[in-house]
């Protein structure tokens, strides 16, 4: 028999990309033009950071944060940061599953984006392209969501 009630306990879930943009981005090349005279011997620093937040209801924004420095004969050759961000329609789906799509699905798809901004900007300002090799977002998650689990375990049992 199927019921209102039977109906919506079978709700769909729903994962919709609304919006992708670029909310910040900072580059800064403190030697040069020494630089392009100088031997490149790139050495690559690179800081990944993801955050999301409830906009209202059900869309949340995600912003993946990135900071490659890159050193070149023990000086900054340059820093580049890129914000790179998205809002998703996210419905009908377990915490649990909430969490992963937050953390894992939707930097994995920003990833490409952020990764374009960075290799354009660095290109654009007179250095050799940087390509930023895939990132496995789902074992990040799995090791943060391990260290969450650690430390919560570490405070009940003291």
Not at 35 to 46: A, D, Y
Not at 61 to 72: D, G, K, N, R, W
Request: charged share 20%; net charge negative.
């Amino acid at each position: 028999m199927n019921t209102l009630h039977d109906t919506k306990s079978v709700q769909e879930s729903k994962f919709e990309i609304q919006r992708i943009f670029l909310k910040d981005l900072s580059f800064e090349a403190p030697n040069t033009p020494n630089t392009f005279s100088e031997e490149w011997k790139p050495e690559v620093t690179l800081n990944l950071e993801t955050k999301s937040n409830r906009i209202k209801d059900h869309m949340h924004e995600v912003v993946l944060s990135i900071t490659a420095t890159v050193s070149s004969n023990k000086n900054t050759a340059f820093l580049v940061e890129a914000h790179q961000a998205g809002i998703f329609l996210i419905d009908g789906v377990q915490d649990s599953q909430l969490h992963h799509l937050l953390g894992s699905v939707c930097p994995n798809i920003l990833f490409p984006f952020v990764r374009e901004v960075i290799s354009d900007t660095v290109t654009r300002s007179g250095f050799p392209q940087l390509i930023l090799a895939p990132v496995n977002f789902d074992a990040l998650y799995a090791q943060h969501m391990e260290k969450m689990n650690s430390t919560a375990g570490s405070q009940t049992t003291n």
